[in-house]
């Protein structure tokens, strides 16, 4: 008993040691980001961009798109001026390479206190530029950059580590592992939806990694992302990083063509048109690439749930796809049982809208970023009803200025859809909810896999089992059961779809080791007591018995069992001990021949 004491006391000891370290909260330092320009004003003029298809110009001009006023320009950044950004962070990547993972966690914990302490700021940011209200900026932006920095936070560095690999039967004698470095300058083209955390998701990444970035904006939302670019900038001087490790450019279609030809990897969030053309450039220096392109997430309700939570749900998954956002549903699959309930029930909430201002929305119904988008939704909403879909209802405008609302579509449920119309195969990235009835499990699964697209799915089923084994056979990275979107809340899981959504992962583990060059190592595992000796009878030049003793070695090593491979041992040692293994000789050779 005697034995057991110092035991417990130092096991209790151990335990009180980490809740204290638990409780105790490292020391972080705070940054100071200059915010005075960000400002709303309320002298801002309006803003009438041009109509029809847009000439690339030498500015970016940007501005708020629930109300058009204007927020400034951007110079556009030439493709020699690319080079030198990159060439720059590459500098200066050599040296962060051998920063520790002390001082890249420093560097999360001083982004994650910035953000806590001015998500107001964030979020009034991301809701100027693209749309979007307070709540729906925070929950797409703030929680989901938060998890991620917590995430790497506790498992990063585990995950970067070498990792240690079986050996095999040949090989008992050695080592083997993966090593994991910094692939050097991370070039990353962004879109508009999450300016916040498109911008900081490859950052962190790369960044950890041991990496420099460099980010090309989207041209509708460059306002919010350089002003992002500072708090990055702040973090990264206050832990003593290098000058130039991470770049924010802006631009057009050329900028984001050089970035593509000047670094060492490339992530792309955006159209499979441009994904394409993304892909063909990095095939002329050979750099790996990561796609994610968009979806038609299939949002599929069985007749056994519980409605009234999942029309709930359904609500907010279509709306998050109104232009802002592109974590919604597109497509809704009902069965037949509850199919009127269903769409009573959505309809009932959609008429309770009225679209707004996104600084005092109540709903996630703000802008739309991209000029002339409305009318493609419209021109999507009229081929569905050429073709016997009906309008069930839509939501109404509340408060908007008379030049504001070209930028804004109206929510609409459309029934007796089908997958002949526009709508149920194009993506849409607007608040439109088309809802389809399916009788059987496998209509349903049949339906929601007809798609060029697969990036996400959601299943609702009263019977969890049921729901996983429809996910199940869904063509798409991503499925949420009984839930929706909850899958990149949890930011250890990858990232990304298949078919024309794209292919690569970035978030988890999967994204992480993305941004380095995975190498794989082989040692003794007893230098140099046990080293790599070639057998004397495959020595060069090889004995004249030698293909029988490599036979020999192959059974010895793989036979079916294990009576069969201790046959080979023993034949395998006789063989040694019993033969004079002399090198083939010039005659023998001959008449083998």
Known sequence: MAFWWPLLVLAAAYALCRLLLFLIPPTVPSIDVDASDVLAKEDSFIYIPRRGKSTQTDKVQCYEPATMKYLGYFPVVTPDEVKEHVAQSRKAQRIWAKSSFKQRRQFLRILLKYILEHQDLICEVSSRDTGKT????????????????????????????????????????????????????IGAIVSWNYPFHNVFNPVLAAVFSGNAAVIKVSEHATWSGCFYFRIIQAALSAVGAPENLVHIITGFAETGQALVSSVDKIIFVG????????????????????????????????????????????????????????????????????????????????KSISVGPPLSGRYDMGAICMIEHSEKLQNLVNDALDKGAEIAVRGSFGNLGEDAVDQFFPPTVLVNVDHTMKIMQEETFGPIIPIMKFSSDEEAIKLANDSKYGLGCAVFSGNQKRAIRIASQLHCGVAAINDFASSYMCQSLPFGGVKDSGFGRFAGVEGLRACCLVKSVVEDRLWPYIRTVIPKPIQYPVSEHGFEFQQLLVETLYGYSVWDRLRSLVNLIKMVTEQNFAPTSNATTKKRR
């Open 134 to 185: 307070m709540v729906d900026a925070s929950l797409g932006e703030i929680m989901t950059t938060c998890e991620k920095i917590t995430w790497l936070l506790d498992e990063g560095e585990k995950w970067l580590k070498p990792e240690y690999r079986s050996t095999g039967r040949s090989m008992l004698h050695k080592r083997a592992k993966v090593e994991f470095y910094p692939l050097g300058v």
């Open 271 to 350: 159209s499979p048109g441009v994904g394409k053309m993304i892909m063909k450039r990095a095939s002329e220096t050979l750099i790996p690439v990561t796609l994610e392109l968009g979806g038609k997430d299939s949002f599929i309700v069985c007749e056994d749930v519980d409605l009234p939570s999942v029309v709930q749900v359904a609500t907010r998954a279509a709306l998050q796809s109104s232009g802002q956002n592109c974590a919604g549903a597109e497509r809704f699959y009902v069965h037949d049982d509850i199919y009127s309930a269903f769409v009573s029930q959505i309809v009932k909430t959609v």
